[in-house]
């Protein structure tokens, strides 16, 4: 209870010392060794343990601790195993405060923040840090364990402002964990530099002077420890807990833990802990009001779920998008590069051989493939990197699947004078070979993300796990409609083109009528949505979104996200995922890489909650056979990616007269899918 936590850190004052927060993640380096492991911690010395919740995509945190949440997931290890450790540790005479540490997605799929916390009580669980919900979008959750006493930990970062120190430490009914450094979790050679001026001006903002202040990130000798007593009230160690572990012979996990904390506290060899209060609820008052979660347009979905790192980058982001938007200036540029680079407005094409062959309704094309580059992203990167100017940064980061939004931002960045670099699953550098080539042809450097699943989802973390660290000097140009506020508005804005150019060209030539039918393949979703933005108001017009059925559709392996995934969180927005019942992400699967990824922009996921659009699968057979047959009636060889929508129009165009219309966004070009195709033909290129 938070009771507990102010009580162990007024008990480690009294002794003149920090409190030692240990952190461990539940399941390393085994499930059943881990109630040993939280014996051994409070055995070394910690006063408070910080218990790690595993999760499939930890962003803020570095490779020690991933590699520790990978080892627990392995083993099957939830959150209700989470609680299960502290209960049993607790009968077996553990009596330090713990809190559990983690995000957000798991908590939710738990149940209720209700449900949540009298789990809590019942297994002796004392707070919360959850890395990636700020109080605007926690608010449910924060006011539960208010209610029932238990410590919601804010965390502050060197990028966190006087305001918003002020109104986070209003929240600390147990302690403040300050970051003491801009970048993820992991053990250096070093304290922050700038640490005494860090705390002070977290003491001279605080809102509530008693607060407890606990400095995390890098503490790894005792010298660390004894430097950091010299400013605050405690210490956070995890990655070299961590490590320890992991080193640690076969049954010696819990016995090397507890010396590490020793031999960590050796500037302070007099210790005793705490006397542990009851469980019982102990409510106190808390005020949310303050808080205001970002407007954006996806109703329930979206959002902006970050580490606190992040928050002031994101609001100063949303300052200057607003005023861009509002600046002639910014507007007439963008609209030259799009007629004068990007080479647009691309045009429509009537299929008139291919819908012949195929039957049924005219097939049209809005080819963004013509585009520079050879695909719509060309249309969002360079309009973020004119936004990064105006920010001040020069220096790029991207995450990437099939490699042209890598292209598309390496291309912007050498045309506008920007360091960039991007990041790409390896999996997925070795399926795009050619366009690795081509962005390092560019002059941007290739970093292959070798965690995880290898894929896009994972280069998404690395570039997270980038951007955390160089918040400052770097902006993250992201490459699809997801992730947190104002992302998924910003890039749905700069791909409005695309559609607002087919609208007005498709009626032109069709005596004024709307198209039937818009269609679009849908990974992230940035070319559907927008070819769909100009169309959502036309009700006439039926939308559908094409998602990667994989081998078998739904019922194996895929990318399907809308047709079979359910809400949670992933990289900073609240949409439909493809997740475990624990909120863990799953694996994914489609020959095209830039629709292999388990989560949706939440404009989609708004869209399909209320029925404005049907999304729907195509396989890969379907999108190969599709790419084929386009190549053979039309001489256009379409990428991978608008293969899957393409395969569903040819069945949608069998079932409707002649007189009817279907508009797909060919959204990019096949050669760099060439080699992948072929391979999966079984052929040699």
Same mark, same amino acid.
């Given at each position: 209870?938070?009771?507990?936590? !102010?009580?162990?850190?007024?008990?480690?004052?009294?002794?003149?010392?920090?409190?030692?927060?240990?952190?461990?993640?539940?399941?390393?380096?085994?499930?059943?060794?881990?109630?040993?492991?939280?014996?051994?911690?409070?055995?070394?010395?910690?006063d408070v343990i910080e218990v790690g919740m595993p999760f499939s995509d930890p962003l803020a945190d570095g490779a020690t601790i991933q590699r520790a949440n990978e080892v627990a997931l392995k083993g099957g290890v939830t959150l209700k195993?989470?609680?299960?450790?502290? /209960?049993?540790? #607790?009968?077996?005479?553990?009596?330090?405060?713990?809190?559990?540490?983690?995000?957000?997605?798991?908590?939710?799929?738990?149940?209720?923040?209700?449900?949540?916390?009298?789990?809590?009580?019942?297994?002796?669980?004392?707070?919360?840090?959850?890395?990636?919900?700020?109080?605007?979008?926690?608010?449910?959750?924060?006011?539960?364990?208010?209610?029932n006493g238990i410590a919601y930990v804010p965390l502050l970062a060197p990028t966190s402002t006087n305001d918003r120190i002020n109104k986070l430490t209003s929240l600390a009914a147990g302690f403040v964990y300050c970051v003491s450094v801009?970048?993820?979790?992991?053990? @250096?050679?070093?304290?922050?530099?700038?640490? =005494?001026?860090?705390?002070?001006?977290?003491?001279?903002?605080?809102?509530?002077?008693?607060? =407890?202040?606990?400095?995390?990130?890098?503490?790894?000798?005792?010298?660390?420890?004894?430097?950091?007593a010299q400013y605050a009230d405690g210490v956070v160690v995890g990655s070299a807990i961590i490590n320890a572990l992991a080193n640690a012979k076969p049954g010696d996990a819990a016995k090397d833990a507890g010396a590490l904390i020793s031999?960590?506290?050796?500037?302070?060899?007099?210790?005793?802990?705490?006397?542990?209060?009851?469980?019982?609820?102990?409510? +106190?008052? &808390?005020?949310?009001?303050?808080?205001?979660?970002?407007?954006?347009?996806?109703?329930?979905?979206?959002?902006? +779920?970050? =580490?606190?790192?992040?928050?002031?980058?994101?609001?100063?982001?949303?300052?200057?998008?607003?005023?861009?938007?509002?600046?002639?200036?910014?507007?007439?540029?963008?609209?030259?590069? !799009? !007629?004068?680079?990007?080479?647009?407005?691309? =045009?429509?094409?009537?299929?008139?051989?291919?819908?012949?062959?195929?039957?049924?309704?005219?097939?049209?094309?809005? @080819?963004?493939?013509?585009?520079?580059?050879?695909?719509?992203?060309?249309?969002?990167?360079?309009?973020?990197?004119?936004?990064?100017?105006?920010?001040?940064?020069?220096?790029?980061?991207?995450?990437?699947?099939?490699?042209?939004?890598?292209?598309?931002?390496?291309?912007?960045?050498?045309?506008?004078?920007?360091?960039? &670099?991007?990041?790409? $699953?390896?999996?997925?550098?070795?399926?795009?070979?050619?366009?690795?080539? @081509?962005? #390092?042809?560019?002059?941007? /450097?290739?970093?292959?993300?070798?965690?995880?699943?290898?894929? %896009?989802?994972?280069?998404?973390?690395?570039?997270? #796990?980038?951007?955390?660290?160089?918040?400052?000097?770097?902006?993250?140009?992201?490459?699809?409609?997801?992730?947190?506020?104002?992302?998924?508005?910003?890039?749905?804005?700069?791909?409005?083109?695309?559609?607002?150019?087919?609208?007005?060209?498709?009626?032109?030539?069709?005596?004024?009528?709307?198209?039937? +039918?818009?269609?679009?393949?849908?990974?992230?979703?940035?070319?559907?949505?927008?070819?769909?933005?100009?169309? &959502?108001?036309?009700?006439?017009?039926?939308?559908?979104?094409?998602?990667?059925?994989?081998?078998?559709?739904?019922?194996?392996?895929?990318?399907?996200?809308?047709?079979? $995934?359910?809400?949670?969180?992933?990289?900073?927005?609240?949409?439909?995922?493809?997740?475990?019942?624990?909120?863990? &992400?799953? /694996?994914?699967?489609?020959?095209?890489?830039? %629709?292999?990824?388990?989560?949706?922009?939440?404009?989609?996921?708004?869209?399909?909650?209320?029925?404005?659009?049907? +999304?729907?699968?195509?396989?890969?057979?379907?999108?190969?056979?599709?790419?084929?047959?386009?190549? #053979?009636?039309?001489?256009?060889?379409?990428?991978?990616?608008?293969?899957?929508?393409?395969?569903?129009?040819?069945?949608?165009?069998?079932?409707?007269?002649?007189?009817?219309?279907?508009?797909?966004?060919?959204? $990019?070009?096949?050669?760099?899918?060439?080699?992948?195709?072929?391979?999966?033909?079984?052929?040699?290129?």
């Amino acid at each position: 209870m938070a009771k507990n936590i !102010r009580d162990t850190f007024a008990h480690c004052k009294k002794e003149s010392r920090p409190a030692f927060v240990a952190f461990a993640t539940a399941g390393f380096p085994s499930k059943d060794q881990t109630v040993d492991v939280l014996l051994g911690l409070q055995n070394g010395g910690a006063d408070v343990i910080e218990v790690g919740m595993p999760f499939s995509d930890p962003l803020a945190d570095g490779a020690t601790i991933q590699r520790a949440n990978e080892v627990a997931l392995k083993g099957g290890v939830t959150l209700k195993d989470c609680f299960a450790f502290v /209960e049993q540790a #607790r009968m077996k005479g553990l009596t330090v405060p713990v809190v559990i540490m983690g995000y957000v997605n798991p908590l939710l799929a738990y149940g209720s923040p209700d449900e949540l916390c009298k789990r809590s009580i019942q297994a002796g669980v004392d707070g919360y840090i959850v890395v990636d919900l700020p109080p605007e979008e926690g608010k449910d959750l924060l006011q539960a364990c208010a209610d029932n006493g238990i410590a919601y930990v804010p965390l502050l970062a060197p990028t966190s402002t006087n305001d918003r120190i002020n109104k986070l430490t209003s929240l600390a009914a147990g302690f403040v964990y300050c970051v003491s450094v801009t970048g993820v979790t992991g053990a @250096r050679s070093q304290v922050s530099a700038s640490l =005494p001026e860090f705390v002070a001006n977290i003491r001279a903002n605080c809102a509530d002077s008693s607060a =407890p202040l606990a400095v995390g990130f890098g503490i790894s000798e005792a010298d660390h420890v004894k430097h950091v007593a010299q400013y605050a009230d405690g210490v956070v160690v995890g990655s070299a807990i961590i490590n320890a572990l992991a080193n640690a012979k076969p049954g010696d996990a819990a016995k090397d833990a507890g010396a590490l904390i020793s031999a960590l506290m050796a500037h302070y060899p007099e210790r005793t802990h705490a006397t542990r209060a009851s469980n019982a609820a102990q409510a +106190y008052q &808390i005020s949310l009001g303050a808080f205001v979660a970002p407007e954006d347009a996806a109703g329930t979905f979206g959002g902006r +779920y970050i =580490p606190e790192t992040l928050v002031e980058a994101h609001v100063e982001l949303e300052k200057a998008w607003n005023e861009a938007l509002a600046d002639d200036t910014f507007v007439t540029e963008l609209a030259r590069l !799009r !007629r004068d680079f990007i080479n647009g407005p691309t =045009p429509i094409h009537y299929a008139k051989h291919l819908s012949e062959v195929n039957g049924g309704a005219q097939i049209w094309f809005k @080819r963004e493939e013509l585009a520079h580059t050879g695909a719509h992203k060309i249309n969002n990167a360079v309009g973020q990197c004119l936004l990064a100017k105006r920010l001040g940064k020069q220096r790029i980061i991207a995450e990437t699947g099939a490699g042209q939004h890598g292209v598309a931002t390496a291309t912007a960045c050498a045309f506008l004078g920007l360091k960039c &670099i991007v990041y790409m $699953g390896a999996e997925d550098c070795e399926r795009q070979k050619l366009n690795v080539f @081509r962005i #390092r042809m560019l002059g941007a /450097e290739v970093i292959p993300v070798e965690t995880g699943t290898r894929t %896009l989802k994972d280069a998404i973390n690395e570039a997270m #796990r980038d951007w955390v660290t160089n918040v400052t000097t770097t902006h993250y140009c992201v490459g699809s409609a997801i992730g947190p506020h104002p992302f998924p508005a910003i890039v749905r804005k700069l791909q409005a083109v695309v559609g607002a150019e087919a609208k007005q060209q498709f009626t032109s030539a069709n005596g004024g009528s709307m198209p039937n +039918y818009v269609v679009a393949c849908v990974g992230g979703g940035s070319n559907a949505i927008g070819m769909f933005d100009a169309f &959502i108001e036309e009700k006439e017009v039926k939308i559908v979104g094409v998602e990667a059925g994989g081998k078998q559709g739904i019922s194996g392996l895929h990318s399907a996200t809308l047709s079979a $995934g359910t809400v949670g969180v992933l990289h900073g927005t609240r949409t439909f995922l493809l997740q475990s019942q624990d909120g863990q &992400i799953q /694996e994914t699967h489609s020959i095209s890489a830039g %629709l292999d990824y388990p989560g949706v922009g939440p404009d989609h996921a708004a869209l399909k909650a209320s029925g404005r659009a049907e +999304y729907v699968c195509a396989t890969d057979k379907e999108a190969v056979d599709a790419m084929m047959l386009l190549s #053979r009636t039309e001489g256009i060889i379409p990428a991978l990616e608008p293969s899957h929508a393409l395969a569903y129009c040819l069945k949608l165009a069998k079932t409707l007269p002649s007189d009817q219309t279907i508009l797909m966004n060919l959204c $990019g070009r096949g050669d760099k899918d060439m080699i992948s195709v072929a391979r999966w033909m079984g052929e040699d290129v």
